[in-house]
Nanobody
C-alpha cells in the first residue's frame, strides 16, 4: 500500500506561480509513473503532467510551456511547478502514482485557486 501526501496548493493571482509536491511512502515495490491530475467541479478528472521513472514527461496541451513536472526517485517525490497560472487552472490537483506492479494510487488532493 502506498500513501501519498500532497502539499503546496493555495490561492494565487493570475500570472502567479505555485509549486505542488507529493511524497509517496509505504510501498516496498518500485514506482513507475508519477504525476498530477486535476478535477474541476462537475467535470472528470484529467491528467495534467506525468513523468516516468526514466524521466520521460507528458503534459496536457493547455499547460505546456507553463508547468514543469519533476521527480526525485531517491525520495519518492514528485513536484509540479506551475507558472503563468490562469483562472482556468483552478481545480483540485491530485497526485497519482503507478507502481511497477501496475497498482494505481491517489492522493487526497490539494486545492489550487487562481483568482484576482
Amino acid at each position: 500500500q502506498v500513501q501519498l501526501v500532497e502539499s503546496g496548493g493555495g490561492l494565487v493571482q493570475p500570472g502567479g506561480s505555485l509549486r505542488l509536491s507529493c511524497v509517496a511512502s509505504g510501498s516496498s515495490f518500485g514506482i513507475n509513473v508519477m504525476g498530477w491530475y486535476r478535477q474541476e467541479p462537475g467535470k472528470q478528472r484529467e491528467p495534467v503532467a506525468t513523468i516516468s521513472s526514466g524521466g520521460r514527461t507528458n503534459y496536457q496541451d493547455s499547460v505546456k510551456g507553463r508547468f514543469t513536472v519533476s521527480r526525485d526517485n531517491a525520495k519518492n517525490t514528485v513536484s509540479l511547478q506551475m507558472n503563468s497560472l490562469k483562472p482556468e487552472d483552478t481545480a483540485i490537483y491530485y497526485c497519482n502514482v503507478i507502481s511497477e506492479r501496475a497498482e494505481i494510487y491517489w492522493g487526497r488532493g490539494t486545492q489550487v485557486t487562481v483568482s484576482s
